[in-house]
Nanobody
């Protein structure tokens, strides 16, 4: 069993930027689909961005053009660059690693996955 540790959250004003990082230990990093999810108070957890073993990326419509997912295989670290942040982006952001190399849509639970502990992002107007 591995471990995912997120960092980089914080408070910014509308239009600001943040970069989230997720350090993955104990996994064959290059052999997994990985993603970022978020959960706002009173709402269900939703997928934000994902990247498969080959680097193929997918984004939720709400973040397309503003967020960029990337990974550094040598460092075993997943990133989420968030630009043009909006108040509706306020949420706890979670890193996830799926037990498959291809991403199962946003249904990581269907194939089994691990979660990080989350990092809070707050965007004020």
């Amino acid at each position: 069993q591995g471990e995912l540790v997120e960092s980089g959250g914080g408070s910014v004003q509308t239009g600001g930027s943040l970069t989230l990082s997720c350090s993955a230990t104990g996994y064959a990093f290059r052999e997994h689909c990985m993603g970022w999810f978020r959960q706002a108070p009173g709402k269900e957890r939703e997928g934000v961005a994902q990247i498969n073993y080959a680097g193929l990326k997918r984004y939720a419509d709400s973040v397309k053009g503003r967020f960029t997912i990337s990974k550094d295989t040598a460092k075993k670290t997943l990133y989420l660059q968030m630009d043009s942040l909006r108040p509706e982006d306020t949420a706890m952001y979670y890193c996830a690693i799926a037990y498959t190399i291809q991403c199962p849509g946003w249904e990581f639970k269907r194939v089994g996955n691990d979660w990080g502990q989350g990092t809070q992002v707050t965007v004020s107007s």
